[in-house]
Nanobody, 122 residues
Framework: VQLQASGGGLVQPGDSLRLSCTAY????????IGWFRQAPGKEREGVSC?????NVVETKEGRFTISRDNAANTAYLQLNSLNPEDMAVYFC???????????????????WGRGTLVTVSS
């Protein structure tokens, strides 16, 4: 069981990025999916989450959009209007569908990718 996140990089303020999270060894559509980020010296925080079944979405800001392509077994996080405060390592995670989760409950997500670094600088 593995999650692989990609798509991070160096962008300028105002730019957009799309992060990808591909699952290996399990069907991503059967799990709750979350995107989290952690900046140096700060706690991990939820960015956007989507529940399996209901597809209810929880998003920190309107600039961020979570989606998934079930055929590709991949989830995405679209980041728009990036600013330096968005700089962090972004992680994707999956949670058991039987568990009640939310974007503030990162400890309930039990499968994690390695993370991808987003740097916003002019």
């Amino acid at each position: 069981v593995q999650l692989q996140a990609s798509g991070g990089g160096l962008v300028q303020p105002g730019d957009s990025l799309r992060l990808s999270c591909t699952a290996y060894g399990f069907t991503l559509a059967d799990y709750h999916i979350g995107w989290f980020r952690q900046a140096p010296g700060k706690e991990r925080e939820g960015v956007s989450c989507i529940r399996t079944g209901t597809n209810v979405v929880e998003t920190k800001e309107g600039r961020f959009t979570i989606s998934r392509d079930n055929a590709a077994n991949t989830a995405y996080l679209q980041l728009n209007s990036l600013n330096p405060e968005d700089m962090a390592v972004y992680f994707c995670a999956a949670a058991n569908p039987r568990v009640n989760v939310g974007c503030s409950m990162f400890r309930r997500f039990d499968h994690w990718g390695r993370g991808t670094l987003v740097t916003v600088s002019s």
